[in-house]
């Protein structure tokens, strides 16, 4: 499928389900969503956030970056991945750009994270693997397994994913934030 052609994210969704057989209220029951917010999602009324999404594609056993990523073999691993190939898996005022070559095989993941102010993950994201990061601008609150950290521009943090954790954004100024993680699909 062309980049033209892709589907909104809800409509994916909305395929993925029905390729697997499943109906929307047995998707609720699995991952803990209402129904109605399934219907909300998969018509593309409303945008998922991270921790709702991350839910979704748990009962359909595919990770953050895949559901993403162009599924395009490629001949030869990029090295040189530009601005506009960036793989955008974030929603809600809440920029997850993936920086990924097409290689299936990597492991490590890569994000530009950009906050807008108000903003949050939503939820606890919780996945198994280890997440570094660095506050370029900005503040952020960092809450994982219910302890809050106060992060500003120049801080650091190294978390244990298996931890629930949320970042938010509770201040006037976007926070921007590059991080590593493990495995590369979340």
């Known amino acids: 499928m062309s980049r033209g052609q892709e589907l909104a994210p809800g409509s994916r969704l909305a395929s993925i389900r029905r390729q697997l057989g499943l109906s929307q209220r047995r998707v609720a029951e699995l991952s803990g969503l209402t129904h109605g917010a399934i219907c909300t999602i998969e018509q593309d009324k409303v945008s998922p956030a991270v921790s709702s999404l991350q839910k979704l594609l748990k009962v359909y056993d595919m990770s953050l970056s895949a559901f993403f990523a162009e599924q395009q073999p490629a001949v030869r691993n990029k090295v040189v991945i530009n601005e506009s190939e960036l793989v955008e898996i974030g929603s809600r005022g809440v920029s997850f750009k993936l920086v990924h070559n097409g290689n ?83």
């Open 104 to 186: 299936p095989r990597r492991t490590l993941g890569f994000l530009i994270e950009c906050y807008a102010p108000g903003t949050s993950t939503g939820g606890h994201i919780k996945h198994t693997g280890e997440e570094v990061g660095t506050v370029l601008e900005g503040d952020i609150e960092l809450t994982v397994d219910g302890e809050c950290y106060q992060l500003s521009a120049g801080q650091s943090y190294v978390i244990d994913t298996g931890l629930p954790h949320t970042f938010t954004n509770s201040s006037s100024r976007e926070c921007r934030i590059i991080s590593a993680h493990t495995p590369a699909n979340l």
